[in-house]
Nanobody, 125 residues
Framework: QVQLVESGGGLVQAGGSLRVSCVTSGGTFSNYPMGWFRQAPGKERELVCALSRGGSATYIAVAVQGRFTISRDNTKNTLYLEMNSLKPEDTAVYYC??????????????????WGQGTQVTVSS
C-alpha cells in the first residue's frame, strides 16, 4: 500500500519562506510522476506544481511562478516544495499526490492515484 506523508507546513509571515516535504513508502517512488496541490477554504483543489518521475519535466502554476520550486530526491523517496515570497493568498492545505504510472507531468487531480493527508500552510499579512 502506497502512503504519502507531508510535513513542514506552518505559520509564516508574508514574504517568508517554507519548505514542505512528502515522504512516500510502500511503492517505487522513482516510477511516480508527482504533484503538489492546494485547497483553500471554500475553493476547489488546485495544482501548484507537478514533476515527472525523473524530474526533467516540471509544471509551475502561474500564480506561483518565480516563487515556488518543486523537486524530488528519488534516493530518499521524497518530494519537496520550496515556497518563497509567500503571500496571504497562498494560505491553504497543501497535498502531495502520486500517479502510479506515466511519463511527463500531470495536471488534474483525477490523474493521480495516491494522496497524502495534507499539511496546513498559513501566511499572515
Amino acid at each position: 500500500q502506497v502512503q504519502l506523508v507531508e510535513s513542514g507546513g506552518g505559520l509564516v509571515q508574508a514574504g517568508g519562506s517554507l519548505r514542505v516535504s512528502c515522504v512516500t513508502s510502500g511503492g517505487t517512488f522513482s516510477n511516480y510522476p508527482m504533484g503538489w496541490f492546494r485547497q483553500a477554504p471554500g475553493k476547489e483543489r488546485e495544482l501548484v506544481c507537478a514533476l515527472s518521475r525523473g524530474g526533467s519535466a516540471t509544471y509551475i502554476a502561474v500564480a506561483v511562478q518565480g516563487r515556488f520550486t518543486i523537486s524530488r530526491d528519488n534516493t530518499k523517496n521524497t518530494l519537496y516544495l520550496e515556497m518563497n515570497s509567500l503571500k496571504p493568498e497562498d494560505t491553504a492545505v497543501y497535498y502531495c499526490a502520486a500517479r502510479a504510472v506515466g511519463f511527463g507531468y500531470y495536471t488534474r487531480p483525477n490523474e493521480y492515484n495516491y494522496w497524502g493527508q495534507g499539511t496546513q500552510v498559513t501566511v499572515s499579512s
